[in-house]
C-alpha cells in the first residue's frame, strides 16, 4: 500500500524559509516523479512543483519560481520542498503526490501559515 | 498555460439520482484528463485518468468521458459519500499542470 506523509510545516513569518518533507512508502519510489501540489483553505487545487524519479528534471509553478525548490532523496524514499522568500499568498496546504496519469496517490498534507 | 473551467460550480442532487459535471480545458488536451474528488479535511482522490479509466478501487457508478476540450464526470445511483468537491485535472502539456476551479456536489 502507497503511503505518502508530509512534515515540515509551520508558522513562519513572510520573507521567511521553511523545508517540508514527504516520507514515502508502499511503491518504488525512484521510478516515479512525484509532485506538490497546495491548497489555500477553502480554495483549488494548485500544482506546485515536480520533479522526475531520478530527480535530473524538475518543474516549477511560475508563482513559486525561483523561490522554491524541489529535491528527492532516493535512498531514503524522501522528497523536499525548500520554501525561501515565503509570502502571505504561499500559505495553504502542501501535498506531496505520487505522478504518473495524473496523481494517483496523496499524502494528507501539511500546513504552511506565513503571517507576522 | 491551459486553462480549465468546470461547471457548475455547485450542482444540488438528491441521494440516488444521477449527477453530470463537466470540465472544459481552453485547448486540447487530447485525453490527458483526470478527475478527483476531495472530501472535506481530506486529501483528493484520484476517480478517473485518461478522461475515462477508473483508478483502482473507483466504483462503476463513477465514469469519465470526453476528449479534446469537452469532458464529463458522471455519478449514477448517488450515495451520501459521494457528496464532496470534484476537481478536473490536465496533464496534456505542463508545467504547469492544471486543475479546473471544482464543483460541490451537495445534497
Known amino acids: 500500500e502507497v503511503h505518502l506523509l508530509e512534515s515540515g510545516g509551520g508558522l513562519v513569518q513572510p520573507g521567511g524559509s521553511l523545508r517540508l518533507s514527504c516520507s514515502a512508502s508502499g511503491f518504488i519510489f525512484s521510478s516515479y516523479t512525484m509532485s506538490w501540489v497546495r491548497q489555500v483553505p477553502g480554495k483549488g487545487l494548485e500544482w506546485v512543483s515536480g520533479?522526475?524519479?531520478?530527480?535530473?528534471?524538475?518543474y516549477y509553478a511560475e508563482s513559486v519560481k525561483g523561490r522554491f525548490t524541489i529535491s528527492r532523496d532516493n535512498s531514503q524514499n524522501t522528497l523536499h520542498l525548500q520554501m525561501n522568500s515565503l509570502r502571505v499568498e504561499d500559505m495553504a496546504t502542501y501535498f506531496c503526490?505520487?505522478?504518473?496519469?495524473?496523481?494517483?496517490?496523496w499524502g494528507q498534507g501539511t500546513m504552511v501559515t506565513v503571517a507576522s | 498555460e491551459i486553462v480549465m473551467t468546470q461547471s457548475p460550480a455547485t450542482l444540488s442532487v438528491s441521494p440516488g439520482e444521477r449527477a453530470t459535471l463537466s470540465c472544459r480545458a481552453s485547448?486540447?488536451?487530447?485525453?490527458?484528463l483526470a478527475w478527483y474528488q476531495q472530501r472535506p479535511g481530506q486529501a483528493p482522490r484520484l476517480l478517473i485518468y485518461?478522461?475515462?479509466t477508473r483508478a483502482t478501487g473507483i466504483p462503476a457508478r463513477f465514469s469519465g468521458s470526453g476528449s479534446g476540450t469537452e469532458f464529463t464526470l458522471t455519478i449514477t445511483s448517488l450515495q451520501s459519500e459521494d457528496f464532496a468537491v470534484y476537481y478536473c485535472?490536465?496533464?496534456?502539456?505542463?508545467?504547469?499542470?492544471?486543475f479546473g476551479q471544482g464543483t460541490r456536489l451537495e445534497i
Open positions: 485535472q490536465q496533464y496534456h502539456n505542463w508545467p504547469p499542470i492544471t
Open positions: 485518461g478522461a475515462s
Open positions: 503526490a505520487k505522478t504518473r496519469v495524473g496523481f494517483s496517490d
Open positions: 485547448q486540447s488536451v487530447s485525453s490527458n
Open positions: 520533479i522526475t524519479g531520478s530527480g535530473g528534471i524538475t
